[in-house]
C-alpha cells in the first residue's frame, strides 16, 4: 500500500521537482530490487504510471484553445450547481457550445450579478454573452493555488456574465427537484443556522455567514461544515439503529432473517442516498468507499483486521481518484481515523469484562480520547490549511460531534425525508428544531472564540517542522502501545511544545523591504522595518467576501513568518482599498493602530463605521490624520502630505491620505487614489523627488499629470491593477509619461513586487514573485493545448 501510495503521489504531486521525483521513484525502485520485493516494485511503478495517466486524462479535460479567451462570446451550457453570495451568484456549468459549435471538454465558472442571479438552479439550459479567462493565482508568497484546486476540479475556464442570461430549457432532474424541495424548507430557518443546514444536507457552504464559518474554522470544528465521513457515518449508524430496532421487534425475524446484515446494508444505502442529494461532494464520495470497505468485510464475514480495512479503502479511493493523493481533507480524515483505530485496539484490549455499570464513563471516556487524539494527529494538517490553532478544539468538539450526531443531523434528515415526501409543515418543524440546535452549537463556539488565544494564528509551518512532528507522534504511540502510558505522554507533551513554539515564534525583520501585493483590482501594499516593525496600506476587498485582499495579505505575512500588524493604514473609503481591513484584523494576532483620513467621507461612510466598531472591540488604537501630521519612529519619519484636516471634495478619490516615509535614506510615497486637482493642490504645496512610489489611481488617466510625474521623478513606480481589468489601468499614455521621467514601471498583476530598501539599485534589490515553476498540472495542460491546438 506504501508502494502503491508514494508511486501516485511522485507522479501527481508537486512536492518535489518532476526530475526530482523521476530520481526518487529510481532509488526506491532499485532499493526494492535489491530486497527482491517485486510486488512492492510492481506497485510503485504501477502507481506512478496511473497517476501519470489520471493527470494527463484531467488535463485534456481542462485544456482550452486561445480562440476561448479573445472576446466575449456567446455560449450555451447547463447548470450543474448555484452558489448564491450577496449581490451576485458563482455558476457551475457543464456542455459549453459556443455560437460557432466549438466545445470545450471541461467545465466552467461562471459569475452572475444582478437581480436575475435569483432565477437561476441547477438543471436549466442557458445562453449568455460571457468574458473567458483561465484560472490564475495571486502572484504572492503564501497564496493559494487556484489553478491546482480548478485542475483537480475539471474546471477549464472562468467566465463573468454580460448582460442578461436566457433561459433556454429547464429540464431539472428528480434530484434537481428534491434538492429543490429540501432548500426550501431550510430557507425558512435562522439565517445563520440555515447556512450551516445548507451545509450539512446539500453541500453548499456559500450560505454560512462570515462570522460562523470563523468561528467553526478557529475552533478546529470546520470538518462538521463538511460533508464527509463523520456525517456519512452518522446517518449509517442512525439508520442502522432503527433497522436493527425494528427487525428485533419479533423473535421469529431474529431467528429466520440476517438481521446485522439487513441493518447494516440499510445503514450503507442511506448514506449513500444522504450522500447523492447533497451533490457527492468530493469528500463525501471517498468517506462511501471507506464504508463500503467496512461493510463488505462485515457481509462476508471477513475476518479482516481493522486497519487492512481502512487500507484497502484508501487503495481503492486512489485507484478511482488518483488525484485525492494531494487532497488535504482525505489525510486529515485517514490520519484521525488511523490515531483512533491504534488507539481503540489497545484499549479494547484493555477495557474487556467492564461491567454494565461502567458503560457511560467509559461512553464519556472514549469521546474524549477520541477527540484527543484526532486533535493531536492532525494538527499539522490543520495548520497548514486553516493557519490556526485550534486551542479550543478538545471541548468544542467534545460539545457538538453530541450535539451534531444525536440533534443537529438526526433532525434535519427527517426534515430532509418530509420535504422530499411533501410535508412541508413537518418539515419546517423539524429543520426549525435542528436550527435551534445549530444556533445553540455557534453561541458555544463563539464562546469559546472569545476566550483569550481563541483564534490565534501560526506561521506557516515548513514541511519538515510536520514530518517531525508526526515521527515524534509516531515514537510516543509507540510507547503507549508497550504500556508505557508516562512515557509517551511526556513524549507527546515535547513534541507538541516543539511543534506550537516553532509555528507561534514570528520571524526576526532583517532589513527594511516594501511589498506590493497582487490583490486584483484593489490595493494594498506593506512596509517591513528592522525592529519588527510591519505598516500595511489598504486592503481591498468586496463586502461580505470570506476570501479577499485582506485574507491575502494576511496569508502572505504568515507567510514570510510573521502574525501581527502595527500599523494598518487605510487611504480612504472605497472597497477596492479598505473592504478587506476587518479580515486582515480577524487574521493577525494583532493590530495595534488603526490610521484613517480626518476628512468626513470617511467618517460618513457605512464600512468605515464597521471598520472602527470592530477595531474598537479589539482594543486597536484609531488615529484619524491629515495634512502636516508627522509620525517618527526607530528608523524611519512619516509625513502626511494630503488631505487637509476636514477637506471635502466632490471626487472622493481626492480625500484620499498621501503618505510619504523617509526610510535606509530612501522615500516612499504612497498616493492612494488621488487625480489630478489633489496633485496640482500638493504640486503648489512643494514637491520632493521620491525613489519608488505607486501610480496614483491604479494608472488611471485621470492622475498622473507631467508636472506631478516630474516633479516626483521616481525611480521606481508599481501599478496596482487587476488582470485583464475592465478600465484598461494602467493607462499607456501614463505609463508612457513617466518612463520619460526615467522611472522603471512593474505591474503587481505580474507578480507581488518586493524591494530591499537597503540595496544600492533597484535591479539588484528588486524581486517580482513568480509562480513555482514545475507544475505537473500546467505541464500537462500545455502539452494538451500545444498538441490539440
Known amino acids: 500500500m506504501t508502494a502503491w501510495v508514494l508511486g501516485l503521489g511522485l507522479a501527481r504531486s508537486d512536492l518535489f521537482d518532476p526530475f526530482v521525483s523521476l530520481f526518487i521513484l529510481s532509488v526506491v525502485s532499485i532499493g526494492f530490487l535489491y530486497l527482491k520485493k517485486k510486488a512492492a516494485l510492481l506497485l510503485l511503478v504501477t502507481g506512478g504510471l496511473w497517476g501519470a495517466a489520471d493527470l494527463m486524462f484531467d488535463a485534456r479535460a481542462v485544456a482550452v484553445g486561445e480562440s476561448w479567451l479573445s472576446n466575449t462570446e456567446s455560449v450555451r451550457s447547463t447548470i450543474e450547481r448555484v452558489e448564491k453570495y450577496d449581490g451576485y451568484s458563482r455558476l457551475l456549468v457543464t456542455d459549453l457550445v459556443r455560437s460557432d459549435g466549438e466545445t470545450s471538454r471541461g467545465k466552467a465558472l461562471l459569475y452572475s450579478y444582478g437581480k436575475q442571479q435569483y432565477q437561476l438552479h441547477a438543471g436549466q439550459n442557458i445562453e449568455a454573452s460571457v468574458s473567458w479567462r483561465l484560472p490564475r493565482n495571486y502572484l504572492n508568497p503564501g497564496s493559494f493555488d487556484y489553478q491546482a484546486w480548478c485542475f483537480d476540479q475539471g474546471i477549464a475556464l472562468i467566465g463573468s456574465i454580460r448582460g442578461n442570461v436566457q433561459i433556454l430549457s429547464d429540464f431539472s432532474s428528480w434530484l434537481d427537484q428534491v434538492r429543490r424541495r429540501v432548500r426550501a424548507a431550510v430557507v425558512e430557518v435562522d439565517s445563520r443556522a440555515a447556512g450551516v443546514l445548507h451545509a450539512v444536507l446539500l453541500g453548499d457552504r456559500s450560505q454560512i455567514d462570515t462570522d460562523v464559518n470563523r468561528s467553526f474554522s478557529a475552533t478546529g470544528a470546520a470538518h462538521l461544515l463538511a460533508i464527509s465521513g463523520m456525517h456519512v457515518g452518522m446517518v449509517a449508524s442512525c439508520m442502522f439503529v432503527l433497522l436493527w430496532w425494528c427487525l428485533t421487534r419479533r423473535e421469529s425475524w431474529m431467528v429466520s432473517l440476517p438481521v446485522r446484515k439487513l441493518a447494516m446494508a440499510g445503514g450503507f444505502l442511506a448514506a449513500v442516498a444522504y450522500a447523492v442529494i447533497a451533490g457527492l461532494p468530493l469528500p463525501a464520495q471517498r468517506a462511501l468507499f471507506m464504508l463500503a470497505a467496512a461493510v463488505l468485510a462485515w457481509l462476508l464475514a471477513s475476518r479482516m483486521q481493522p486497519m487492512n480495512t481502512l487500507l484497502a479503502a484508501l487503495a481503492v479511493i486512489l485507484l478511482f481518484d488518483p488525484s485525492a493523493v494531494v487532497s488535504l481533507s482525505l489525510w486529515l480524515s485517514f490520519v484521525a481515523t488511523v490515531a483512533i483505530l491504534l488507539w481503540a485496539i489497545n484499549a479494547n484490549r484493555k477495557d474487556r469484562g467492564e461491567s454494565a455499570a461502567k458503560r457511560f464513563l467509559a461512553a464519556v471516556r472514549i469521546l474524549l480520547w477520541v477527540s484527543l487524539i484526532a486533535s493531536l494527529a492532525t494538527l499539522p494538517l490543520i495548520v497548514s490549511t486553516f493557519g490556526r490553532i485550534p486551542v479550543y478544539s478538545l471541548p468544542a468538539n467534545l460539545v457538538l460531534v453530541p450535539l451534531y450526531g444525536l440533534f443537529v443531523l438526526p433532525l434535519a434528515l427527517l426534515g430532509e425525508v418530509s420535504a422530499i415526501l411533501g410535508l412541508q409543515v413537518v418539515a419546517s418543524t423539524l429543520m426549525d428544531l435542528s436550527g435551534r440546535a445549530v444556533e445553540l452549537g455557534i453561541t458555544s463556539l463563539e464562546w469559546l472564540v472569545a476566550l483569550p488565544s481563541g483564534e490565534l494564528w501560526a506561521v506557516a509551518p515548513s514541511l519538515w517542522l510536520g514530518l517531525l512532528y508526526f515521527a515524534g507522534l509516531a515514537v510516543s504511540g509507540r510507547l503507549w502501545l508497550k504500556g508505557l502510558y508516562q512515557r509517551a505522554g511526556v513524549a507527546v507533551l515535547i513534541v507538541l511544545m516543539f511543534y506550537l513554539t516553532a509555528v507561534l515564534s514570528e520571524n526576526d525583520i532583517q532589513k527594511a523591504t516594501w511589498i506590493v501585493w497582487d490583490v486584483g ?166 514637491l520632493e523627488a521620491v525613489d519608488m512610489m505607486l501610480m496614483p489611481h491604479h494608472g488611471s488617466r485621470t492622475s498622473s499629470h507631467a508636472a506631478f510625474v516630474k516633479a516626483l521623478s521616481p525611480g521606481l513606480v508599481v501599478a496596482q491593477t487587476g488582470f485583464t481589468n475592465r478600465y484598461g489601468f494602467p493607462n499607456k499614455q501614463v505609463v508612457k509619461t513617466y518612463q520619460m521621467t526615467g522611472s522603471a514601471v512593474k505591474n503587481s498583476r505580474e507578480g507581488a513586487v518586493v524591494v530591499d530598501l537597503a540595496s544600492t539599485d533597484f535591479e539588484s534589490g528588486l524581486l517580482q514573485w513568480r509562480a513555482g515553476s514545475g507544475s505537473r498540472r500546467d505541464m500537462a495542460r500545455q502539452w494538451w493545448e500545444i498538441r490539440a491546438y
Open 521 to 686: 483590482q484593489g490595493a494594498s501594499s506593506t512596509l517591513l522595518l528592522p525592529d519588527n516593525e510591519v505598516l500595511v496600506v489598504d486592503v481591498p476587498g468586496r463586502r461580505g467576501s470570506r476570501f479577499n485582499g485582506g485574507t491575502t495579505v494576511a496569508a502572505g505575512l504568515r507567510h514570510l513568518g510573521l502574525t501581527h500588524v502595527n500599523r494598518l493604514i487605510l487611504s480612504h473609503a472605497q472597497s477596492d482599498h479598505l473592504g478587506g481591513a476587518i479580515s486582515l484584523m480577524q487574521s493577525m494576532n494583532r493590530v495595534d493602530e488603526l490610521w484613517l483620513p480626518d476628512v468626513p467621507s470617511a467618517y460618513e461612510k457605512d464600512s468605515v463605521k464597521a471598520i472602527i466598531a470592530y477595531a474598537k472591540d479589539s482594543g486597536i488604537t484609531i488615529k484619524w490624520l491629515a495634512k502636516g501630521d508627522h509620525v517618527a519612529g526607530d528608523g524611519y519619519d512619516i509625513s502626511i502630505l494630503w488631505p487637509p484636516r476636514g477637506h471635502v471634495a466632490s471626487n472622493k478619490n481626492n480625500t484620499s491620505l498621501v503618505l510619504q516615509v523617509e526610510v535606509g535614506g530612501k522615500s516612499l510615497l504612497w498616493p492612494g487614489d488621488i487625480e489630478i486637482p489633489a496633485e496640482s493642490a500638493m504640486l503648489a504645496d512643494g
